[in-house]
């Protein structure tokens, strides 16, 4: 964890970034205020930051770290922090985006609800020249292009992790097991996907990655015994693997889940199906939650892969405070996932 914090500091100072100090308030809706202490440009800067629904279990710790570490900035300017909830609904995010935009906010940060509306986000912000910082859900790469050329190029950007890293990583979690996963040593890994939000690019990949470089690594083939949408959601992932137990029962060699919160709930299925991880039975997921670490440090999860919502969204604050001092931003900024499984979990433990 040192390390990471270590490689974020250095990501920071890449980025060319300074600070200010603040104090906050919680409410649904909650703003920041920042007041200013050293030197710097003593400027109110109003940011605008919109999450596609609060209800997320990873979205909150990344919302909460975007708060804390506004807060802790120390560069002379006050920042006016607005967190609004999307409540996955992108109508309603729209309309909030709008609202920052006719409030004249500095800079925008969003997690879109959809990331097809990202081209009607930026041509918002374009028209209004407020820079936006996109986080968590990737828009597609030709509305990411979309201003190539223009006096607009510069001043958006994705900040993400790239979820074809955490894909691969969770397929090698299970390919570098000392069976492969490979139970019954069929040379075939029978498995169970469950499956984020499919419009989100995070599930697409990790569902497509995390099977591909499985058979990479392993030479195995694979078996998909049954593959659902679980929404993110623990309770749907859940309800997945408890029916999926009671159809497959012992042919179910692995249980990918493209989130923590979902592979919570599989763990949560496989214990009560009477079933040990470890023993007859696999299970990753993605995000590296306290809940999970904790599971894979008992044995009950195989493995997971940190998504570095500390890394991200300190990355997406730099880039909004440097947008904002009128610097060009990259294209892209992307924050590296980490393997973590039973050998090296005590790292990632606070
Ligand atoms: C995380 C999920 C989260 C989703 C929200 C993903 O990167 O792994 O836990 O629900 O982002 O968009």
């Given at each position: 964890m040192k390390k990471l914090l270590a490689l974020l500091?250095?990501?920071a100072m890449l980025l060319g970034l300074v600070g200010c100090s603040s104090?906050?308030?919680e409410t649904p809706e909650s703003t920041s205020e920042a007041t200013t202490e050293t030197t710097g440009a003593g400027e109110t800067v109003k940011v605008g930051v919109s999450i596609y629904k609060f209800d997320d279990?990873?979205?909150?710790?990344y919302r909460e770290e975007i708060e804390s570490y506004f807060a802790s900035l120390d560069?002379?300017?006050t920042y006016e922090v607005t967190i609004q909830d999307g409540k996955n609904d992108?109508?309603?995010q729209t309309n909030q985006i709008d609202n920052f935009i006719q409030q004249g906010y500095d800079v925008l940060i969003i997690n879109l609800v959809q990331s097809t509306s990202a081209a009607t986000v930026i041509d918002k912000c374009?028209?209004?020249d407020i820079p936006c910082v996109f986080i968590n859900r990737e828009p597609e790469e030709a509305d990411m292009d979309s201003y190539d050329g223009q006096d607009y190029e510069g001043k958006f950007t994705y900040v993400g992790a790239d979820a074809r890293q955490s894909g691969k990583f969770q397929g090698e979690l299970i390919a570098d097991l000392e069976d492969k996963g490979d139970l019954n040593g069929?040379?075939?890994l029978q498995y169970v996907m469950v499956v984020g939000d499919p419009e989100n690019v995070d599930a697409k990949y990790r569902t497509e990655f995390s099977i591909s470089q499985y058979g990479e690594v392993s030479g195995n083939d694979v078996?998909?015994?049954d593959e659902q949408r679980g929404d993110w959601d623990q309770a749907k992932g859940q309800e997945i693997v408890a029916n999926a137990l009671v159809k497959y029962g012992d042919k179910i060699e692995a249980v990918f889940c493209n989130n923590d919160a979902m592979a919570l709930g599989a763990a949560q299925a496989i214990e009560a199906a009477g079933r040990t991880v470890g023993k007859d039975i696999y299970l990753v997921g993605v995000d590296a939650l306290d809940d999970a670490k904790d599971l894979v440090k008992e044995g009950k999860m195989t493995g997971t892969v940190l998504n570095d919502h500390v890394g991200q969204s300190h990355t997406a604050v730099d880039a909004a405070v440097k947008a904002v001092s009128g610097a060009k931003l990259d294209k892209y900024y992307w924050v590296d996932y980490v393997k973590v499984t039973q050998a090296n979990v005590e790292e990632f433990l606070d």
């Open positions: 500091a250095v990501g104090t906050e308030k279990n990873f979205m909150t710790l560069d002379g300017n992108q109508a309603e374009a028209d209004a069929d040379g075939v078996e998909k015994l």
